[in-house]
C-alpha cells in the first residue's frame, strides 16, 4: 500500500469519519485561532524560563476543531519530515492524547523540540486550508507541543521497540538533531550505535545554541535518555578526525559512519575593528551562556554583561543572542539588520516576542567598522543607512547603500551572527570525501551516502545552516538507506 492510500484507509476509520459529521466545516472555520499563553514580557525580560507556556487541554481540544480533516492535506506537503498531520490533530480533537503523541513519533523523533522551534508558519501551517478561506492557519505547532509535553507530563513516554541485535557498530560524529534521530532509528534496526561528540553536553544546537527560555535543555535531556536505554551510546569530549580518526573507528570495527558535525564555523563581516575586544560571534556568546554558565556570577568563564549591545543580523540566531543580551542586563539590546524587517529570516514569532520585551530594530543598517578605545575595546559602531532595491538570488529584494548615509552609534558589545559555515575538520581528514566550495558535503540525495561508500552525512554538514526538522529528516533517510545497504 503506498502512503497516499495508507492516508485515505486511516481517514476511513469509523471514529474519524464520526468525527468529521460531529460538526458543520463552516462551525469549525469559524473558531478563532488559539493564543499561546506567555510570560509577561517585562518579567520574561529579565528571566530565562520558558517564555511559551504551552496550552491546556481545553484549548488544544478547541484547536483541533479547527482541523477540517482535509482529504488530500495540503499541511502534510509543508511538513519536512511528512508528519501525519491529521490523524494527530484528531486525536487530541477525540481526547486521545497518547495516541496523538503516537502518531507523531512515527516521523518526528523530537515532537517536543520541534513543536517549540519548527518554523511552521513556513511550513505545515503555511499550507493549511484555512488560508484559502481567508482564516488563520490551525496552529499546528502549537498542538504539537502539547500533544509530546502531554506524553512526557504524564510519563508516559515509551522506550520503542527494538529489533534484535545484528551486533553490528555504526559510529555517528555529532549528537545535534541530525545525530540523534539517526541515532535512534539505527538502534531500532537493531545495530550497536556509538555518537562522538565533541562538546562535553549531547545536543548539539538544542543545547548549546538555542537559549532556555525557548527549548528548556530538560525537553532534549527526556529525549537524549530515552535514546540511551535505547542502547545507543554516547562519548563526549570526542572530535572525530582529531581525538579519532578514520582509520580509528575503522580499527575498532565500525561498518558505518553518520556525519552530523552540523555548521558551527562562524561568519565574520571582514570590517575594521572586528578584532576588537568586545566583538564576538553569536556562537561564542550562545554556548558560553547556555553551556558553560557565563551569565552566573560566581562563573570561571564570565562573558562582559554589556549595556549598549548590537547584534548583527535577522535571523534566529540574532534573536536568541538579542533577547539573551536583554536577560544579561542590557539597556540597549538592538538588532542591525541590512534589509527590511519583510525579509529577516527569524521566525515571526521571535521577532514579536523580542519587540514585546523591548528590543531596540535597527533594520536597513549595516556596520561598516567598529571603533575601539585605548584599550582596544569596542565603544562605537560605524552604520552604514541602507535602502531596499531589486531582488537578488534569494528572491528578497537586495540592500543598496544610501551614499553619503553614515550614523554612529556608542556600543559596549558587538555580537556577530550572520550565518554560519561547517567546520573542516571532517572534510579535512576523511580523504576521498567531496566537499563543495561552500565546504559542505557532498552526498547522493536520495540515501545520504558519501563518495566514501561506508560514510553518509546530513544536517547542517550537507546543507549548511538550516532547521531543526531538515537535519532529523536527513537522520532518518541516512538510516533507513545504511541499513537498507
Ligand atoms: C542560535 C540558533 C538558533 C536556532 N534556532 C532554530 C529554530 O528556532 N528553528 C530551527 O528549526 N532551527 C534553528 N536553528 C538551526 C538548527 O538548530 C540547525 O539547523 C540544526 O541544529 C542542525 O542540526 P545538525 O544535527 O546538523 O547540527 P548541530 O545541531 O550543529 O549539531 C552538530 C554537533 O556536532 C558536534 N561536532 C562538530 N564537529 C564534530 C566532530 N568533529 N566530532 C564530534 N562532534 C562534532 C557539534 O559540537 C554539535 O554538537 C538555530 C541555530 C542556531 C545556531
Redesign the pocket.
Known amino acids: 500500500m503506498d502512503n497516499k492510500e495508507y492516508l485515505k484507509e486511516e481517514r476511513n476509520e469509523p471514529w474519524r469519519e464520526e468525527l468529521r459529521k460531529s460538526m458543520k466545516n463552516k462551525d469549525r472555520v469559524a473558531i478563532p485561532r488559539v493564543k499561546m499563553p506567555e510570560l509577561d514580557a517585562t518579567y520574561r525580560s529579565r528571566s530565562y524560563d520558558e517564555v511559551n507556556l504551552g496550552l491546556s487541554l481545553e484549548q488544544a481540544v478547541q484547536e483541533a476543531k479547527r482541523c477540517l480533516d482535509c482529504p488530500d492535506p495540503s499541511c502534510m506537503s509543508g511538513c519536512p519530515v511528512g508528519v501525519n498531520i491529521p490523524k494527530f490533530v484528531k486525536n487530541i480533537e477525540r481526547n486521545e492524547i497518547l495516541e496523538a503523541a503516537k502518531a507523531l513519533k512515527e516521523t518526528s523523533a523530537l515532537p517536543a523540540v ?1 513543536g ?4 511552521q508558519e513556513k511550513q505545515c501551517e503555511s499550507q493549511c486550508i484555512h488560508l484559502k478561506m481567508k482564516s488563520e492557519s490551525v496552529a499546528i505547532g502549537h498542538l504539537e507541543r502539547f500533544a509530546a509535553d502531554y506524553e512526557r507530563e504524564k510519563g508516559s513516554i515509551s522506550v520503542p521497540q527494538l529489533a534484535a541485535s545484528n551486533g553490528i557498530k555504526i559510529a555517528v ?8 534521530s539517526f541515532a535512534g532509528d539505527m538502534a531500532k534496526y537493531g545495530y550497536d550505535v556509538t555518537v ?4 562535553h ?11 532556555e527560555f ?2 528548556p535543555n530538560s525537553i532534549v535531556d527526556v529525549e537524549i535518555n530515552i535514546l540511551q536505554k535505547m542502547g545507543v551510546k554516547f562519548i563526549t569530549n ?6 579519532i580518526s578514520y582509520e580509528d573507528l575503522h580499527e575498532q570495527g565500525f561498518k558505518g559512519i553518520f556525519v ?5 564555523l562562524p561568519n565574520f563581516m571582514n570590517i575594521p575593528g572586528e578584532n576588537l575586544s568586545g566583538v564576538l560571534s ?2 561564542e556568546y ?1 554556548t558560553r551562556i547556555n553551556l558553560m554558565g557565563a551569565n552566573r556570577e560566581d562563573t570561571e568563564t564570565p562573558v562582559f554583561f554589556g549595556k549598549k549591545v548590537a547584534i548583527i543580523g535577522g ?3 540574532a534573536m ?2 538579542v533577547r539573551t543580551a536583554r536577560r544579561l542586563g542590557a539597556d540597549k539590546a538592538m538588532i542591525v539588520y541590512r534589509r527590511s524587517e519583510e525579509e529577516m529570516p527569524a ?1 515571526l514569532e ?1 521577532v514579536k516576542h523580542a519587540k514585546e520585551e523591548g528590543i531596540i530594530f535597527l533594520t536597513l543598517h549595516n556596520p561598516i567598522e567598529y571603533i575601539g578605545d585605548e584599550k582596544g575595546r569596542i565603544k562605537q559602531m560605524v552604520l552604514q543607512k541602507m535602502e531596499l532595491g531589486e531582488p537578488d538570488a534569494s528572491g528578497r529584494r537586495r540592500p543598496v547603500e544610501i551614499p553619503g548615509a553614515i550614523e554612529t552609534l556608542d556600543v559596549d558589545l558587538v555580537i556577530v ?1 550572520i550565518g ?1 559555515s561547517p ?1 573542516p ?2 572534510p579535512s581528514t576523511f580523504s576521498g570525501l567531496n566537499v563543495s566550495k561552500w565546504g559542505t558535503i557532498i552526498v547522493n540525495q536520495d540515501s545520504l551516502q558519501t563518495d566514501l561508500s561506508d560514510v553518509y552525512a ?4 550537507v ?1 549548511g ?8 529528516g ?2 532518518r533517510k541516512a538510516a533507513a538507506a545504511m541499513h537498507k545497504k
Open positions: 520541534c517549540r522551534v519548527c518554523p560524529a555529532g549528537s545535534g538533531p541530525a545525530g540523534l562522538f561528540e565533541a562538546l553536553e549531547i545536543g548539539g544546537v538544542l543545547k548549546y545554541g538555542i537559549p525557548r527549548l570526542c572530535i572525530v578526525g582529531k581525538t552530523a558535525t552540523g555548521a558551527g553569536s556562537n550562545l535571523g534566529n540566531t536568541d543572542s521566525r521571535e551572527a554560519v567546520n575538520l571532517i546530513g544536517g547542517d554538514i546543507r545552516g538550516a532547521t531543526v526538522i531538515l537535519a532529523m536527513d537522520g
